[in-house]
């Protein structure tokens, strides 16, 4: 059973910057495509990033590009997501979210393929 653990969330002042970390266990790592959402109050639930699992080729929604990194280490079963010069905007739940499929580009930024889903991190940008 593949399970997913977020964490570095956390409060940020605007301008500032958070790295989040997605720890998987039940399966390697390298074997699953792998994506963050985010879900801002009141708000539905959003594409940030993924990346494939084969490729590691990356997509990101596209008012994040530039702002936001997401990466893989494999040996460490870990996926990241590095988000800089933060704004008030970016203040929401962040999911870690995974699916052992290989999928198509165009299909990467739609939850309903990716089958397992962490808990969430809390990200607060303000002053």
């Known amino acids: 059973q593949v399970q997913l653990l977020e964490s570095g969330g956390g409060l940020v002042q605007p301008g500032g910057s958070l790295r989040l970390s997605c720890v998987v266990t039940?399966?390697?790592?390298?074997?699953?495509?792998m994506a963050w959402f985010r879900q801002p109050p009141g708000k539905d639930r959003e594409f940030v990033a993924a990346?494939?699992?084969?490729?590691?080729?990356?997509s990101y929604k596209n008012s994040l590009k530039g702002r936001f990194t997401v990466s893989r280490d494999n040996a460490k079963n870990t996926l990241y997501l590095q988000m800089n010069s933060l704004e008030s905007e970016d203040t929401a739940a962040y999911y870690c979210?995974?699916?052992?499929?290989?999928?198509?580009?165009?299909?990467?930024?739609?939850?309903?393929?990716?089958?397992?889903w962490g808990q969430g991190t809390q990200v607060t940008v303000s002053s």
């Open positions: 979210a995974a699916t052992t499929g290989s999928l198509i580009t165009s299909s990467l930024a739609v939850d309903q393929w990716y089958d397992y």
């Open positions: 039940g399966r390697a790592s390298s074997g699953l495509t």
């Open positions: 990346v494939k699992r084969s490729s590691n080729m990356s």
